[in-house]
Every structure is written in C-alpha cells, then in structure tokens.
C-alpha cells in the first residue's frame, strides 16, 4: 500500500552533468607549473634560514640562561646564609604582595564605575598602588631568583644543539 501524497509526486535526478573544462595550452600549463614549482624552492630556501637563525636564537638564550644560572650559584656558593635569608624574605614578600593585590582588586570593583568615570580617580588608584606594586614585583623577583639559586657544579656544560649546515 502506498501512501497517497507520496504518489503525486514526481521524481528527477539528474546522474550526469558535462561541464566544459577550461582548454589551457599545455606550454601555459607548463610554465605555471614552473613557476609554482620555483616559489615552492625559494619558500623551502626561506624556511632553512630561518630555522638556522632560530637555531642560533635558541643556543644564544641557553647560554645566556647557563651563564646566569652560574653566576648565582656561585653566589648562593659565596653567601649561603644571605641566600637562606632572600629565601625566608621572598616567602614573606609573597604573602604581602597577594594582600596588596587583593587591595587592588577589590578597589577596582568597587570604584570601577567612578574610575571609568573620571580621569581623576584613575590617576588617583594608579598613583596609589602603581608604583608600590611594581617596586614590590622588583623586590620580590630579586630575593626570588638569589633566595633560589641553584647549586651548581662547575664542570658541567649546556647541551649544545647540533648544527644542521654540517
């Protein structure tokens, strides 16, 4: 039994549609090629570079972070008390700092409205709390990285990546 709605309808289906393609001369064809394949070379070329550079990039900013890596170690090695001290002193600042950004951010929710407002009272929070905040962040990345200084072994050396013109 068929359903009456379905058979009043008609159905066409088109299997096969010729479109005419593009009738391109084949020297043309052959020149485009070329030269897709010529820009493809010179972006390979281009990539090599900057791999090399970045490369060098990388073993510059590995030494550099080795040779400062040293440097404090051989002064936690020099001053292990002060080190122990920086330690204890940037654990205490960290707490302080953690208020002080809690201040922060509940002044800018409560006066953010007055803040977006006027001009004033902007350069009011901003006096206020920019300038301590940041000599604070200063502090603290300094007592840090002495408080943190690595022990360190003198014979050792970066791993040294490998040079890809050989």
Known sequence: MSHPS?????YSVDTY?????PQTPPATLSATLSDIGT???ELLSVQKQQTALLTELAVIAQRSHYRKAIDLGLWKRSNPELAEFCKR???KLERIQSDLLSTITEEVDDNYETMMDSEFMLSEFV???????????SLLQILTQLGNAPDIQLHTE???VQDRKN
């Open 127 to 137: 006096d206020r709390f920019g300038l301590k905040f940041m000599q604070l962040n």
């Open 89 to 91: 002193a940037a654990g």
């Open 39 to 41: 820009s493809l070379k």
């Open 6 to 10: 379905l058979d009043s309808l008609s």
């Open 17 to 21: 549609t010729s479109v005419p393609l």
């Open 158 to 160: 970066p791993q040294k």
